[in-house]
């Protein structure tokens, strides 16, 4: 089963593209060079994939992977997992291709979203 801080690992590498070799159990998502933008989709990337509420409040640069990964684990049910059962690239994947859906569609009918 996937963990969380595996989970975490991964979708900072694949999604916001920070170096594998920075990611340490200890690093901050400052010092992972993540902007305030990148830290708040994190969180929401999170909370879909987990089905956990993250306090906006949270949603600081000083957290470590740790922090993040106990914050998520705390709330998880004994034995409980992601929400969705897909890796975490396809669950990125179909996450763009719903926002790409909707900027068509909206280019379609000569409206922004």
Known sequence: METVSQYLVTLLVDKFDVDPDAVKPGSTLAELELDS???????????????????????????????????????????GGPVDAADSADSADSTDSAADSTDSAAADTGTAR
């Open 37 to 79: 933008l990148a830290v708040v989709e994190l969180f929401v990337t999170v909370q879909e994939r987990w089905g956990v509420e993250l306090d906006d409040s949270d949603a600081a640069a000083e957290l470590s992977i740790d922090d993040l990964a106990r914050l998520v684990a705390d709330q998880l049910p004994e034995g």
